[in-house]
């Protein structure tokens, strides 16, 4: 069944691309652009499972899905207001 | 602009270059020689089922107690950095509370969060995960917490103690190694049981617990620093 | 297989070195660096892929004894293992100078910070 | 037979992923970003159980469960913020 | 064990044509409140039958699928809930044909009743 593996390779690699090219366009706001950053490492995470690697995803699973983003909130949240530059 | 065409150049260079990379990559067929060490020795030598742990925890377990350090440099530095607009008393926040069903679900998962995390890091030498990623889970358990309710008060102390605790533990079984076993976090100074069960593979739990521990301790104290900082 | 997901990565890496050098806000430079750190580890857990091989952890479907086999190379998935963990204290550490510098100045387009330029 | 269901419920999950991205880069307001965040992450646990069926092996399903756990956290944390709670 | 494995595919592809529906759902459907229906409800249902459907084709790994199912039962309500309330929170717009908003008008009326306490 390795035809559906890359299929399903395919497909995660042309999400990751587009949620990527979202994450740096200057025009967006910054809660859009740090939501696709996560959803860039959580895609990734799937990435890693399919190259055969658990451990790896695993740690991108435990850490790209509650902490990174909330470090990132957290300090958006601090800095409102000081997002025009 | 200039900026922007010198940026654009760059990229060209390095996209020119990742690709006559990608071009000339073709995939091996064979382990190589390390790899085959690896794949036909763990089991036998170390007692692990999971070659990945046998390798971070045993095989470079040095650079494990390195990263450690690296990792907790990273969390004190946030500490000096935010410490002057550190929160004193328990000031009266305007934010809107977190609600019934926040608060009540948070008393029901946290300690699944905190048991799946030490599920993780107990069976890290037979199924995926171990120490980085239980910590990651244990911290994700303190984030909860403090989604749930931003002004509770933590106890950095015992925070404190566990890190400090876990990491000498951890050092004080590697210095271990060295006069019962092999050398410096050699795994065999237990003895390595039946393979395939729980209790087996020497001290490779026991060091990726306190792994665990220490690394759960160090970013619950990054994201409690950053979350008490308060100067608007 | 580990072609596609190496393309992905390098473009990734193109993708966040982009972000980080045109944009002058500190918190969107961030991101473009957590980018370019995601497709370095796709690329280098890419290297370590063999087709038709399955993951390096030992149980009841990868006896002990065809372990040379049929398992990939585990070196890498140690060494990515590792990176992205230290990735998110950099992460972490990044954040906190951006907002210690925040409080400081006001502002987090970086091109107001003078003081070291010369 | 069982091969080929599995290949159709996998093109179905992908174009569940394909829906939830366009209504990503679409969405009017960040909250209809977010729950497509939802969708997609819970579309993922599929892709994992699908991976875990052709591979035959039974240790891919911990990424799942770590999934299936944590994954909620980020989507509080956005709606924390969305609401000014954090 | 072949009735197993064609029951197992077809509570797969039930499943996945549950998480489809609530992809479709979330594309066609006109405003957040209805989006967030049909994108957490209808993929929640989905995947517990796809868990099924493994759990079918594959009984030894029974004990975790479950797991992840329960685990899946715990945290999907909450997240859309809070969700939900962030959206109505930070004030996205209704469509035309959504009329009835209990919760604005719940906060209406507490307020007006603490402000004829306080008069």
């Given at each position: 069944m390795s035809e559906l593996l890359l299929a399903m390779s395919l497909l995660l690699s042309v999400v990751m691309v587009g949620a990527a090219l979202v994450a740096i366009q200057?025009?967006?706001?910054l809660p859009i652009i740090i939501l696709s950053s996560g959803l860039v490492s959580l895609l990734a995470s799937v990435q890693y499972l399919l190259l055969a690697a658990p451990d790896v995803a695993m740690t991108e699973a435990a850490i790209g899905s509650g902490l990174t983003t909330f470090l990132f909130f957290f300090v958006l949240s601090r800095v409102r207001g000081g997002d025009r530059g | 602009m200039v900026r922007h065409l010198f940026v654009l150049l760059l990229l060209t260079a390095l996209g020119t270059l990742f690709f006559a990379l990608q071009a000339g990559f073709s995939p091996d067929s064979e382990l190589n020689q390390v790899g085959r060490y690896y794949a036909s020795h763990t089991a036998q030598d170390l007692g692990a089922a999971n070659i990945v742990t046998a390798i971070i925890v045993t095989y470079r377990g040095l650079d494990t107690l390195g990263e450690v350090t690296v990792l907790f440099l990273a969390s004190t530095i946030i500490g000096m950095v935010l410490s002057k607009g550190m929160q004193k008393g328990g000031k009266v926040s305007d934010l809107p509370p977190a609600g019934e069903l926040l608060s009540t679900g948070s008393r029901l998962l946290v300690p699944l969060i905190l048991l799946l995390g030490c599920y993780v890091f107990i069976n890290g030498h037979l199924t995926p995960g171990g120490g980085f990623q239980g910590g990651a889970i244990l911290a994700s358990a303190a984030l909860m917490l403090l989604l749930a309710d931003p002004l509770r008060p933590f106890n950095s102390r015992f925070i404190a103690v566990v890190e400090s605790t876990s990491g000498l533990l951890y050092v004080v079984i590697g210095v271990l190694g060295i006069f019962v076993a092999g050398g410096f976090l050699d795994n065999r100074i237990l003895p390595l049981g039946s393979?395939?069960?729980?209790?087996?593979?020497?001290?490779i739990p026991i060091i990726y617990t306190l792994i665990g521990l220490k690394v759960g301790a160090e970013f619950s104290s990054m994201l409690l620093k950053l979350s008490k900082t308060e100067e608007r | 297989m580990a072609d596609i997901a190496m393309a992905t990565g390098f473009i990734l890496i193109l993708i966040g070195i982009f972000g980080a050098l045109t944009n002058r806000n500190m918190l969107r430079m961030i991101v473009g660096f957590v980018i370019a750190s995601t497709g370095v580890n796709l690329v280098m857990v890419a290297v370590g892929y063999m087709r038709g091989r399955t993951a390096p952890i030992l149980d009841d479907a990868v006896p002990v004894a065809d372990a040379v086999t049929r398992i990939i190379d585990p070196l890498p998935q140690a060494l990515v293992l590792t990176a992205i963990v230290i990735g998110l204290g950099v992460t972490a550490l990044m954040l906190a100078f951006t907002y210690r510098l925040f409080v400081t100045k006001g502002t987090l387009d970086i091109s107001k910070f003078r003081e070291l330029k010369w | 037979m069982v091969e080929l269901l599995i290949y159709l419920a996998a093109a179905l999950a992908g174009a569940a992923v394909l829906f939830a991205l366009a209504r990503f880069i679409k969405g009017p307001v960040a909250a209809d970003r977010v729950v497509a965040f939802d969708v997609i992450t819970i579309a993922s646990i599929t892709g994992i159980v699908l991976a875990a069926l052709a591979e035959q092996r039974e240790i891919y399903l911990d990424v799942a469960l770590v999934y299936a756990l944590l994954s909620f956290l980020g989507v509080i944390v956005i709606a924390r913020y969305l609401e000014r709670g954090l | 064990m072949i009735v197993f494995d064609l029951l197992g595919g077809l509570l797969l592809v039930a499943g996945t044509s549950f998480l489809l529906l609530g992809g479709l759902g979330l594309w066609r459907m006109p405003d957040i409140y209805n989006r967030i229906q049909a994108g957490t409800k209808a993929t929640t249902l989905g995947t517990l039958l796809t868990l099924a459907g493994a759990a079918f084709l594959q009984p030894t790994w029974a004990l975790k699928l479950l797991l992840i199912g329960v685990f899946l039962i715990f945290t999907n309500p909450l997240s859309s809930h809070l969700l939900a309330r962030a959206a109505h929170r930070s004030g996205a717009h209704k469509t035309a044909t959504t009329v009835v908003d209990h919760l604005a008008e719940d906060r209406t009326a507490r307020n007006t009743n603490d402000q004829g306490e306080r008069g």
């Amino acid at each position: 069944m390795s035809e559906l593996l890359l299929a399903m390779s395919l497909l995660l690699s042309v999400v990751m691309v587009g949620a990527a090219l979202v994450a740096i366009q200057p025009g967006r706001s910054l809660p859009i652009i740090i939501l696709s950053s996560g959803l860039v490492s959580l895609l990734a995470s799937v990435q890693y499972l399919l190259l055969a690697a658990p451990d790896v995803a695993m740690t991108e699973a435990a850490i790209g899905s509650g902490l990174t983003t909330f470090l990132f909130f957290f300090v958006l949240s601090r800095v409102r207001g000081g997002d025009r530059g | 602009m200039v900026r922007h065409l010198f940026v654009l150049l760059l990229l060209t260079a390095l996209g020119t270059l990742f690709f006559a990379l990608q071009a000339g990559f073709s995939p091996d067929s064979e382990l190589n020689q390390v790899g085959r060490y690896y794949a036909s020795h763990t089991a036998q030598d170390l007692g692990a089922a999971n070659i990945v742990t046998a390798i971070i925890v045993t095989y470079r377990g040095l650079d494990t107690l390195g990263e450690v350090t690296v990792l907790f440099l990273a969390s004190t530095i946030i500490g000096m950095v935010l410490s002057k607009g550190m929160q004193k008393g328990g000031k009266v926040s305007d934010l809107p509370p977190a609600g019934e069903l926040l608060s009540t679900g948070s008393r029901l998962l946290v300690p699944l969060i905190l048991l799946l995390g030490c599920y993780v890091f107990i069976n890290g030498h037979l199924t995926p995960g171990g120490g980085f990623q239980g910590g990651a889970i244990l911290a994700s358990a303190a984030l909860m917490l403090l989604l749930a309710d931003p002004l509770r008060p933590f106890n950095s102390r015992f925070i404190a103690v566990v890190e400090s605790t876990s990491g000498l533990l951890y050092v004080v079984i590697g210095v271990l190694g060295i006069f019962v076993a092999g050398g410096f976090l050699d795994n065999r100074i237990l003895p390595l049981g039946s393979y395939g069960t729980i209790f087996s593979a020497g001290a490779i739990p026991i060091i990726y617990t306190l792994i665990g521990l220490k690394v759960g301790a160090e970013f619950s104290s990054m994201l409690l620093k950053l979350s008490k900082t308060e100067e608007r | 297989m580990a072609d596609i997901a190496m393309a992905t990565g390098f473009i990734l890496i193109l993708i966040g070195i982009f972000g980080a050098l045109t944009n002058r806000n500190m918190l969107r430079m961030i991101v473009g660096f957590v980018i370019a750190s995601t497709g370095v580890n796709l690329v280098m857990v890419a290297v370590g892929y063999m087709r038709g091989r399955t993951a390096p952890i030992l149980d009841d479907a990868v006896p002990v004894a065809d372990a040379v086999t049929r398992i990939i190379d585990p070196l890498p998935q140690a060494l990515v293992l590792t990176a992205i963990v230290i990735g998110l204290g950099v992460t972490a550490l990044m954040l906190a100078f951006t907002y210690r510098l925040f409080v400081t100045k006001g502002t987090l387009d970086i091109s107001k910070f003078r003081e070291l330029k010369w | 037979m069982v091969e080929l269901l599995i290949y159709l419920a996998a093109a179905l999950a992908g174009a569940a992923v394909l829906f939830a991205l366009a209504r990503f880069i679409k969405g009017p307001v960040a909250a209809d970003r977010v729950v497509a965040f939802d969708v997609i992450t819970i579309a993922s646990i599929t892709g994992i159980v699908l991976a875990a069926l052709a591979e035959q092996r039974e240790i891919y399903l911990d990424v799942a469960l770590v999934y299936a756990l944590l994954s909620f956290l980020g989507v509080i944390v956005i709606a924390r913020y969305l609401e000014r709670g954090l | 064990m072949i009735v197993f494995d064609l029951l197992g595919g077809l509570l797969l592809v039930a499943g996945t044509s549950f998480l489809l529906l609530g992809g479709l759902g979330l594309w066609r459907m006109p405003d957040i409140y209805n989006r967030i229906q049909a994108g957490t409800k209808a993929t929640t249902l989905g995947t517990l039958l796809t868990l099924a459907g493994a759990a079918f084709l594959q009984p030894t790994w029974a004990l975790k699928l479950l797991l992840i199912g329960v685990f899946l039962i715990f945290t999907n309500p909450l997240s859309s809930h809070l969700l939900a309330r962030a959206a109505h929170r930070s004030g996205a717009h209704k469509t035309a044909t959504t009329v009835v908003d209990h919760l604005a008008e719940d906060r209406t009326a507490r307020n007006t009743n603490d402000q004829g306490e306080r008069g």
